[in-house]
């Protein structure tokens, strides 16, 4: 099925470990998000990649890099895990001109860090 | 500062009666606006986006109103189904001239038979 897939689906992390989030879409879209989602905080804005070769930082960027790969993959990396980055993990993905579609999002990563 | 703001506690409807959820922003002047149905567990999906200029959309049972002037949004859901029981999250465009959404924290809509 077309779409954004995310790997892994779950991670549980001790404090200082490092890990990568990998996130592929197969729809040509110019343009890849990542959000994280807390309880009473809403989706909130990590990193996006407004189209291939680019990245720039969103809300919250403090502890995590990106790296856009390619058209089809953009992946979230954290350096050092601190139990303030427990979260689920959401990436997304759209064509990023014009107001004709909406974002199509993958089904998150639930990330522990202990 | 900027706000999203939408009704944190749950809405609990009967079967057959329209839903109604409000979506009310500050210090915004979004180009567009969108709604997005998350299930528990799932990642949000795309259900409607209404332009700035538009005053309401409708796409088969759901329809979305947007008011610039009183900053506001409501999204209704008519003939509502048990199936339509799920958190339902407004997104803003911030008017960069690139897609780049804020999300409120959501609605959550309970449906009962």
């Known amino acids: 099925n077309a779409g954004v897939t995310q790997t892994p689906k779950f991670q549980v992390l001790k404090t200082g470990q490092s890990m990568t989030l990998q996130c592929a879409q197969d729809?040509?879209?110019?343009?890849m998000y990542w959000y994280r989602q807390d309880p009473g905080m809403g989706l909130r804005l990590i990193y996006y990649s407004a189209s291939e070769g680019t990245t720039d930082k969103g809300e919250v960027p403090n502890g995590y890099n990106v790296s856009r790969l390619n058209k089809r993959e953009f992946s979230l990396r954290l350096e050092s895990a601190a139990p303030s980055q427990t979260s689920v993990y959401f990436c997304?993905?759209?064509?990023?001109?014009?107001?004709?579609?909406?974002?199509?999002f993958g089904s998150g990563t639930r990330l522990t860090v202990v | 500062s900027q706000k999203i703001e939408q009704n944190s506690e749950a809405l609990n409807i009967q079967e057959g009666k329209t839903a109604t959820l409000t979506c009310n922003y500050t210090?915004?002047?979004?180009?567009?606006l969108q709604w997005y149905r998350q299930d528990p567990g799932r990642g949000p999906v795309f259900l409607l986006l209404i332009r700035e200029n538009e005053k309401e959309k409708r796409k088969e049972r759901l329809k979305v109103t947007f008011d610039t002037t009183l900053k506001q949004s409501l999204f209704h859901i008519t003939a509502s189904q048990p199936a339509d029981s799920a958190t339902y999250l407004c997104a803003l465009d911030m008017n960069t001239g690139f897609q780049k959404l804020v999300f409120g924290t959501g609605t959550r809509l309970l449906v009962s038979p």
């Open positions: 997304a993905s759209s064509e990023g001109q014009g107001d004709k579609d909406g974002y199509t």
């Open positions: 210090n915004y002047s979004p180009a567009y």
């Open positions: 729809m040509n879209h110019n343009s």
